[in-house]
């Protein structure tokens, strides 16, 4: 089974770009199968990482949350199960 975890967060205005550089920079513990990073009006981050698991609730690492002076609200964080 492919696992996604999506992790959200929304900069304090106008420090998009540094939510952005401090999201890329964080390291796992491991691996996932893959990661990608997007960005989106209003200063927000998206990182989605994809994860192959024998099971949906799968202890996986994720990212912390950002400081919170550099972040408007707490993360969101989402899990997906792919279904193709």
Same mark, same amino acid.
């Given at each position: 089974?492919?696992?996604?975890l999506?992790?959200?967060?929304r %900069?304090? #205005?106008g420090?998009?770009?540094? =939510?952005l550089e @401090?999201?890329?920079?964080?390291e796992?513990?491991?691996? $996932?199968?893959?990661?990608?990073?997007?960005? %989106?009006? #209003?200063?927000r981050?998206?990182v =989605?990482?994809? @994860?192959g698991?024998?099971a949906?609730?799968?202890?996986? $690492?994720?990212?912390?949350?950002?400081?919170?002076d550099?972040?408007t609200?707490?993360v969101?964080?989402?899990?997906?199960?792919?279904?193709?």
């Open positions: 089974m492919i696992l996604t999506m992790w959200e967060a %900069a304090v #205005q420090r998009g770009a540094e =939510l @401090w999201a890329r920079a964080q796992l513990p491991y691996e $996932p199968v893959r990661r990608e990073t997007f960005r %989106a009006p #209003q200063d981050v998206l =989605l990482t994809w @994860w698991v024998t949906s609730d799968a202890e996986l $690492p994720e990212l912390p949350e950002p400081a919170a550099l972040i609200r707490p969101h964080r989402w899990r997906f199960e792919s279904v193709d």
